[in-house]
């Protein structure tokens, strides 16, 4: 009853306040210290301290403050029913504090709030310990200081990787997601009726890029690639952002020499832009040596029988010429090697009906994976088969109706040209930048099996 009958005012004499984000105060604390200013967020944390005395960490999205508010500021209806999440306007002066977070605290002459929250706040974001809870409140959870900056940095990952394309003169393209051809195989192909016929959802916009290349030179794109995986691992999604690029006229040299050069100069771009936040994530983050280690795909296969690698680890089996190096194993060499590795020279059987073979070796192809330790492939690439003959007999191995690829193939009969280039997944990326171990972690709402919801 008495709380009810606390009653606030904005004071009208006092200055006239800067409206501004948290970011622009710490960005440049001189021009807002001893300022008075209006901000605008959410409850991020929120503190009696007996009753005349208040804590409140507001969060707007670019920044956390500290908010002092003291005597009839704490004594309100609403400062006593204040719930963590709760939005609210906040006008105060801005002070140096070196308790505070961020050295610099609000004191608080009046505020408001815009709307409220509830107690259930706090069952949800408790269970930190049950991972399906958090999933199912992603949209909760992504509030939290830890994930709501792995999203800020994943969106300055991904401005790093279009400046670098920007930089050195690509074009950015936009191909069609839905899409009626395969890319990377039939097994993982989510289908989908497209006004009564059967099309897909993309599994890569490679060939898309592939057609650009006599339009508009190197390309790229940023885009969602689907796939239907069954592996449940913690770098497979169902719907993941695929990062490619296509190059006409180069070598499988120059191929290797572009992926270096785009994962060297993108780390080093995010390190510039924001290196203490990354480094408060992941201290060991450096731009890693070049050139990258190299290694054929029949080294990869003796290295494992070198190393105690096996392909099943309980009856110690080794790995034979012609298997496929899944996930596990190859992390376990990527981490025992601890470097960069550019695996490069899959047998044709191994890989898309697409890929080039090497001109000394027809059954190898001119083909790279990029492991990176602590997450293993993070870019799968090769030069293409630009021959009009050698793609419609690789159609034929591979059983494929030619057909709807007629745009595909015309680029071998008008003006076609040695080129290549490769898919980087995005969300394993952000994985090795941040030190995230799982790929579900730098996602807003991650897709894999079992999941569609939020
Ligand atoms: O090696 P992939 O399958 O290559 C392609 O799709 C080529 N067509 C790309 C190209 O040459 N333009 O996939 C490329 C990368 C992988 O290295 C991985 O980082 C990512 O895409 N990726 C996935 N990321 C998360 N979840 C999945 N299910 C992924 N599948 C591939």
């Given at each position: ?21 948290l970011?622009?105060i710490f960005?440049?604390p001189?021009?807002f210290v001893d300022q008075r200013v209006?901000l605008?967020?959410?409850?991020h944390h929120?503190r009696?301290d007996?009753?005349?005395l208040a804590f409140l960490e507001l969060r707007?999205?670019?920044g956390f403050m500290q908010c002092v508010l003291s005597?009839?500021l ?16 906040v006008w105060g002066t801005v002070r140096h504090d070196a308790r505070a977070k961020g050295g610099l605290e609000l004191h608080a002459d009046?505020w ?343």
């Amino acid at each position: 009853e008495e709380a009810r009958q606390v009653r606030i005012e904005l004071d009208s004499s006092l200055p006239k306040p800067l409206i501004c984000k948290l970011r622009d105060i710490f960005a440049s604390p001189e021009k807002f210290v001893d300022q008075r200013v209006c901000l605008a967020g959410w409850v991020h944390h929120w503190r009696m301290d007996g009753k005349r005395l208040a804590f409140l960490e507001l969060r707007d999205g670019t920044g956390f403050m500290q908010c002092v508010l003291s005597n009839e500021l704490c004594m309100t209806y609403d400062a006593l029913t204040l719930c963590r999440e709760a939005s609210v306007r906040v006008w105060g002066t801005v002070r140096h504090d070196a308790r505070a977070k961020g050295g610099l605290e609000l004191h608080a002459d009046f505020w408001e709030l815009v709307a409220p929250s509830t107690p259930e706040i706090e069952m949800v974001l408790t269970h930190e310990s049950n991972p399906d809870i958090l999933l199912n409140n992603r949209h909760l959870v992504i509030r939290g200081r830890r994930t709501s900056t792995t999203l800020r940095l994943r969106s300055l990952i991904t401005q790093c990787f279009r400046e670098h394309y920007f930089q050195r003169g690509y074009v950015e393209l936009a191909p069609p997601t839905i899409v009626n051809t395969m890319c990377e195989g039939g097994s993982t192909l989510f289908k989908l009726d497209y006004f009564g016929i059967n099309a897909y959802l993309t599994q890569s916009s490679q060939m898309y890029l592939e057609s650009g290349i006599p339009a508009v030179g190197d390309c790229f794109c940023v885009l969602p690639s689907y796939r239907a995986e069954l592996s449940d691992t913690r770098r497979h999604l169902a719907e993941f952002h695929h990062i490619e690029a296509e190059m006409p006229f180069i070598t499988f040299a120059d191929l290797l020499d572009a992926i270096e050069d785009l994962v060297c100069d993108v780390i080093a771009r995010v390190l510039a832009k924001a290196g203490d936040l990354v480094r408060d994530l992941n201290p060991e983050l450096v731009v890693p040596r070049r050139p990258f280690r190299r290694l054929t795909y029949a080294d990869a296969i003796a290295y494992c029988r070198e190393h105690e690698i096996y392909k099943d680890e309980e009856q110690k089996i080794h790995f034979e010429y012609g298997d496929d190096i899944p996930e596990r194993p190859e992390r376990l060499m990527t981490d025992q090697i601890g470097e960069p590795i550019f695996l490069t020279h899959f047998p044709v059987s191994m890989k898309a009906f697409y890929m080039q073979p090497c001109t000394d070796q027809p059954d190898l192809t001119e083909s790279v994976d990029l492991l990176m330790p602590g997450v293993g492939e993070i870019v799968g690439g090769s030069m293409r088969i630009w021959r009009y003959k050698q793609l419609m007999d690789a159609y034929a191995r591979e059983q494929i109706d030619p057909k709807p690829y007629y745009w595909y193939t015309d680029q071998r009969k008008f003006g076609s040209c040695p080129h290549g280039g490769y898919g980087l997944g995005l969300e394993r990326f952000c994985c090795y930048v941040l030190g995230v171990r799982h790929v579900r972690e730098v996602c807003l709402y991650p897709r894999y099996r079992g999941r569609i919801s939020p």
